[in-house]
């Protein structure tokens, strides 16, 4: 049925005033008309509510163009707030209703929607670095130090909806330079362990994919799963790897690792589950419904700096993974952490590419 657009905008400017629809409005998909037999008269403390909504809307809009025209780089620092809480908001507000959804489902989180499952994802993370933040601003007047505290600090302190497109790919590289600087340490320590492995032949062929990784050689699916049972029990489990080479681990996935040996064990399985569990939820959708935001992301939280990656690149890559991943048993968490080192230093470099100073230090 056609709209009336007369019809509509009467309607609308009515609601607009009001602040909420007139008893006697139709809200339906038809036309909107007025019933003048239920209609009533409105109050003047609902009319003044709706001029002041509408006041207020009119002197927003006025003070952002002050903004814009006078101090030009505050109003991008105050629209991107602006836009981080709105989607701050959205992304709760989504969260609240997949939650809801399982609960009156009865949905296991490992059977939800790939999407769902990341959105639930992303959002814990956000929520717990942004606790830090909440408490200091619970003291009177702490807020403004905090405004400021946010201004200079945005990547330690703010979460992803409050940087602009600019600072997320820089901060993201930052994050991922501090991660590449243990990728030798962890391969370092695979060739250390290997020295206590009973098995000849696990024995040789650890050692050679430690060297395939060293010489800048990207292995094959097929290398890692041929010592995939080393990392199941003694010597390279997730309950039995050494604290220091755990510690090693920790900043591939973003978490601290000045916590006690135990409680980094249990982080790290608890992380690798998880995303093992997104992988499979990958698998399900399929790599080709993805876009290449969701590409990207995902290359990203598995290990891969996909900055100077093509499309085509992130999802041959991550089609090899899941083709890696979706293969393991929960008690192999150990390898899926340590292939987020040998799966990505290399990808889509070729041997000779290593600078010369990493390659000393992991010789040393």
């Avoid at 430690?210 to 094959?220: E, F, I, L, W, Y």
Wanted: hydrophobic share 40%; charged share 20%.
């Amino acid at each position: 049925m056609a709209l009336s657009c007369r019809g509509v905008w009467s309607g609308a400017s009515l609601i607009l005033f009001y602040g909420k629809r007139p008893v006697g409005v139709k809200a339906s998909l038809c036309t909107p008309r007025l019933d003048y037999t239920k209609s009533r008269h409105y109050s003047p403390s609902q009319a003044r509510h709706g001029i002041g909504r509408s006041i207020l809307k009119w002197t927003n809009e006025k003070y952002e163009r002050f903004l814009q025209r006078r101090f030009p780089r505050f109003y991008v620092l105050y629209q991107t707030f602006m836009r981080g809480f709105r989607l701050l908001f959205q992304d709760g507000k989504k969260v609240r209703r997949i939650i809801a959804c399982m609960l009156n489902e009865k949905t296991e989180y490992q059977n939800l929607h790939y999407r769902d499952m990341e959105k639930i994802r992303q959002v814990r993370r956000d929520l717990i670095k942004a606790i830090p933040l909440v408490i200091l601003s619970i003291p009177p007047f702490a807020n403004y130090v905090v405004f400021i505290l946010m201004y200079l600090y945005p990547r330690q302190l703010l979460i992803r909806h409050f940087w602009t497109p600019q600072q997320l790919v820089e901060f993201q590289g930052v994050y991922h330079a501090q991660r590449a600087q243990h990728h030798w340490a962890i391969v370092k320590g695979l060739e250390s362990i290997s020295t206590s492995v009973q098995d000849s032949r696990l024995k040789s062929r650890l050692m050679e994919l430690c060297s395939k990784v060293r010489s800048g050689v990207h292995p094959v699916v097929s290398d890692v799963h041929a010592v995939r049972t080393l990392f199941s029990g003694p010597p390279l489990g997730i309950k039995r790897i050494y604290a220091d080479q755990m510690r090693h681990l920790c900043p591939l996935l973003f978490l601290t690792p000045r916590l006690p040996g135990f409680w980094i064990g249990r982080r790290l399985n608890s992380h690798a589950l998880e995303l093992m569990q997104l992988d499979r939820a990958i698998v399900r959708l399929g790599v080709h419904q993805l876009n290449d935001a969701e590409l990207r992301e995902a290359c990203y939280v598995r290990g891969l700096n996909p900055d100077h990656l093509s499309p085509g690149q992130c999802r041959e890559w991550l089609t090899q993974w899941l083709q890696f991943s979706t293969h393991l048993k929960e008690s192999e968490t150990s390898l899926y952490l340590h292939c987020m080192v040998l799966l990505t230093v290399n990808y889509p470099k070729h041997p000779g590419h290593w600078p010369q100073k990493e390659v000393d230090d992991f010789s040393s």
